[in-house]
């Protein structure tokens, strides 16, 4: 059952279709260099981090729980996606401790008000024994590095499998530990999480072709179940799709076809019964959500532009870094892996290849196929769509390892064979010329399409030409090797410029990382210590999901899918903006301006209701209702104010407010390039009747890209539809401040004046804070150099006993102790869904829902011991299909390993 070891003795295998034709190589004498090198690579190509004192560690920019943080050496960002962030290391660091304790990790008690926890798949719940990586300082880094390990092994494992030498198995397999989705990090770490197996799928499927060996069924099995431990199904379910090409392929040409298709399918069905806990908790929870329904991205695709990205990866700069751009920005945010132009020549290069033909072509086939679906060509969309669950896929984004897999098993093919043949380079040559024309004519700063000023053009421009300096000078020394390098020197020339291309690249995000600072821990401790059951409530600091990381239950949630009652009830009842992200991120932040603010203060007692005690801000930020003065949705970019810098903007007070308005501060949105502005920021407020009224505030107090609350000296009275002047300056500073400039809303016009003059068709976003009755009883408990936060008068307890008469004692999250005098019903402030159960003295007891969110159970007069446990409905069924699988293929390894006992066993008879 080894990996490494190819089978390359004559077995007389009549359904073996490629002869052995690997030749004594160098690496043949040393064949744990391979090995050693594909291990140690992923840590090589961190290097960078250690050298320039970076971090990538999401907690540093994701958590808003930090302080002292410092940019890198580049902007942007060194992942694609902030899930990274709120996704893999808050929720996977719950399933780590829930795993490490003995606790199944079914529920996260810690975002909303309890949410499933396996059931959402991507906190890789259940992704043993990789998982317990998140344990560790930047987690997610190890489990990244782990990942790619297994997928340079697994790779290496493959080509080997077909025939291929060991140089240019080792150059397959580095190449794919440094692939492009890799680096970019395209979502959370369960999208990298499946990529090793993917090889490791295909290497069963080519075992299970062996007359002798019957271990691809159990490889078959093992990829399938992990890839979907792994946790991301979309990304698993389009790297399926390759294999299943794969398989039809082989099974054209097999002699024995129902014993190789009985195989695949014994595997596959040992994968999904493996998987089953998963499924079920999976499948159960989707049904609770509008994921289904919701989630049609199958007509959706990238725009021409993004080609440049993908042979040119850094042809719009730093990832993630889209300079203001909305369109840019979308790129960034569908893009899922690359492939550098050089890879492309080797590609080409393997059409000449005599071994492998119809692999050959059916692995191009499928890199065309995924690609024409990726852009939204017809009519390969069209029918990509009919193929069950694509529909609903984002393929643009994460079919990119699939076709990245195939694209580097060609370039292997023809690393393997290039030195025993004639290769003509004039071709391969002018189609990627070709290629890099069209990446070069759709990336063009100066197109229309892009509406860039123009210093931005100009940067564009340089960023251009550097990018397209890095593929010529890839292209001159390939075509140098090519022409003046012989033999075997030749593919250790091309192994090492292909591997080197590909380390570079793969090293640019990481320039992106931060100089790390220190998490505000008197604030969690606090927290800690005062929160007992209930929930707290951000609206900002201590970010979405962060809570589960903390051990700290916040209301709060970025879930995909996430329950429809509860996000029903978060809709009508506190929060109704959550629609606009289709109910999936419930942080005022992600939708701008001082929506939290306003939201809250209408509807302080349903946040009460839910059990709220905290509310969390950032220092800077202010409580205190106000006049909203929105702006337009696109694209914002930022106004630099340097020492003395102003800005004016004159308005209207609001029609909307009936009566006039004692105006106490302002505040504005505002950026301080990541917490480096120095200074103050003042404020003048002056009516249509030259009554002005001052305020300033250091901005030491305030947060990058967050409103920024400014008192007045003294309140102003506005009249309603009055004019009204608010000057905003930048005083006794060395670091700048920026503005953010926004579209006009209609309806809601601005003048702004700017250092330079007016800015016609531009926006800020601020508002006009006042006083409120409705806020009296809240009081600051906790402040410092990040946030504040704010105690509510009267939250509700986690437990409340209704139409009865009970004392509760020993309450924990999973139970409590009450003694009763009477009959009572006892409401539980944690999200209700089937799969919840109780017992009360030991004896089940049903779970009821209360207003839909809630649990209520009934209690008998006298001593109640009552506890709680979740677990989705059917799972047991699920474990009896894990432990039926778990026997199958251990008795199938038995019978695998005897026979090649027994097979060694008569060679050397025979030998002898």
Known sequence: MSLWKAEHSSDGEKNTPQPDTVTSEWLDRYPWLPILFLILLPFLVELPLLIFGLSTNPIWQQSGIVEGVRAGLLPGLSYGDPNVGWTTQALGHLAAEDCLHGIIPWWNPYSGIGLPLAGEMQPNAFFLPFVFLLLLHNGVLWLKMAMQVFAGLATFALLRELKLGRLAALTGGALYALNGTFAWMPGPVAVINTIPFLPLLLYGIERARKERNRDGIVWIALAISGSLYAGFPEAAYINGLLALTWVIYRLAFEDKKSRYLMRIMFGGAAGLFWAAPLLVA????????????????????LPLQALSSIVLPYVYGPEADSFGSSFLSAIWGNLGGYASVILLIFALISYQIKENRGLIYILSTWIIVALTKSFGVQPVMLLMNHIPFLHDAAFYRYSPPSWEMALIILVSIAINAIHKQKIRIFFPLLGVLAFLVVAVSVAWPWDTIWNWAQAQAMKMVLLLGIAIFWAISGILI????????????????????????????????????????????????????????????????????????????????????????????????????????????????????????????????????????????????????????????????????????????????????????????????????????????TVKACTSTNNCVMGSRPLSESQDNSPFSIPLAKPLQVKAGAPLTITFTHLDSTRPEAFWLWPQAPGHEQTVIGPQGPIPGKAIQFSLETSDTALQGLRKVYSDALLDIWELPHPAPYYTVMHGDCQISNPTRDGLVAQCSTPATLQRRELYMPGWTASINGVSTVVSAHQKIFQTISLSAGKNVVRFRFAPPFVNYAWIAFWLSIIALLWWSYRTVFQLRANTQKTGEKTA
């Open 282 to 301: 999976f499948s159960d929870y989707l049904l609770k959500t509008n994921a289904v329904s919701a989630h049609g991205l199958g007509d959706a695709h």
């Open 478 to 681: 390939t075509t140098f090797a090519l022409l003046c390098v012989k033999k075997e020197r030749l593919r250790w020339t091309l192994a090492t410029i292909l591997i080197f291309d590909s380390a570079i690249l793969f090293m640019i995000p990481e320039l992106s990382g931060v100089h790390p600072g220190a998490v505000d821990k008197p604030a969690i401790r606090f927290l800690h210590s005062n929160l007992g059951l209930q929930r707290f409530y951000t609206l900002g600091p201590i970010e979405p999901n962060y809570s589960a990381y903390f051990d700290i239950a916040s209301i709060n949630h970025n879930y995909l899918p996430v329950a429809t009652n509860w996000a029903t009830y978060v809709r009508k009842n506190i929060f109704p903006p959550l629609s606009k992200s289709s109910d999936v991120i419930f942080w005022a932040p992600w939708y701008g301006g001082n929506t939290g603010v306003e939201s809250f203060i209408d509807r302080v007692n349903n946040y009460e209701r839910l059990g709220v005690r905290y509310v969390v801000i950032n220092k800077g930020q202010s409580l205190l209702p106000g006049i909203s003065y929105p702006t337009g949705t696109g694209e914002n970019t930022p106004l630099a104010l340097e020492n003395g810098g102003a800005v004016t903007v004159k308005i209207n007070a609001s029609i909307d407010e009936k009566n006039n308005a004692s105006v106490t501060a302002v505040s504005v949105f505002q950026g301080n390039y990541g917490n480096t502005a120095n200074g103050k920021l």
